[in-house]
């Protein structure tokens, strides 16, 4: 059984070939749509939800091979990804939305909101990168990259080494490694987390994602130059730097983008510091909304 918080309502929806699940709360406002990153669910936003909801409808879903969505045999790339999003949107009947993503999300909600703009209102960005403008140097084990990209991108390795082990990976190394917050992410958060990728084909939601980041850099930036945004843009930084400040002043130089950066916290910010978080998405909410 998936966690759950109060005033959160469960739902699914069938699209592009999968069923999608998301959570729902708040009754007014406009709509922000939440995007979790890698080793996450929709559950990375469980501290946030209540801060936004106050103002907001605020939806969090669960990726396609993620969490308590469908993971059957189908493509898992950002192209996907994206249209699952647009057809969610489309169903739900609250576009546009304030699209917000994290992490791994990055390619997928750069898409939607660059080839449909009708569907967003801006664009959040945490902690995030994109193919074509250097998020493929993380694979770089050679100069200070992460390991674990080449692991999850190649086909099978992940549930080779990893099934049966979930729990120890995101404790010990993913959160573990990553977070500059003690006690931000508990081991209820691990234990939620752990039960998703522990389902059969738990990785490859995770495992899609990574092998589309390693090559899709050059249509992504070709995309960047085609479709430029015409929406505002928060880049929202912590634990890798000016990473996703620097990103969206290239990939989106045509828009609006304003940059915040919460120091002394790691990659995982939605867990570390819902309250900092909460009030710089509210802040640039507000402001896109008075426009």
Known sequence: MNAT??????????????????????????PILLVHGFPETWWTFHKLIPLL?????????????????????????SATFAEDLHLLIERLGVGPVHLTGQDISGATVFRVA?????????????????????????????RGGAWHIGLLAAPG??????????????????FGTMTATPGAVTDADVEEFARTYARPDGWRGASGLYRSMLREGAEIKALAGTHALTVPVLAVDAGGGPFTADTMSRAAAGAEVTSVSLDGVG??????????LARAVLDFAANVDSL
């Open 5 to 30: 918080l109060p005033g959160v309502t469960h739902h699914h929806a069938e699209v592009n070939g999968t069923r999608l699940h998301y959570a729902a709360a708040g009754t007014d406002g406009s």
């Open 53 to 77: 909801a106050r103002s907001h409808r605020v939806f969090a879903v669960d990726l396609r091979g993620f969490g308590d969505s469908g993971n059957g045999p189908g493509e898992y790339d």
């Open 114 to 142: 660059a080839t449909r703009p009708e569907d967003v209102l801006s664009l959040t960005a945490i902690e995030m990168g994109l193919p074509g403008f250097g998020l493929e140097a993380l694979a770089d084990v050679t």
């Open 157 to 174: 390795v992940s549930e080779l080494l990893l099934a049966g082990r979930e729990r120890e990976y995101l404790a010990d190394f993913a």
């Open 267 to 276: 990659h995982y910010v939605a867990l570390e510091a819902p309250a900092e």
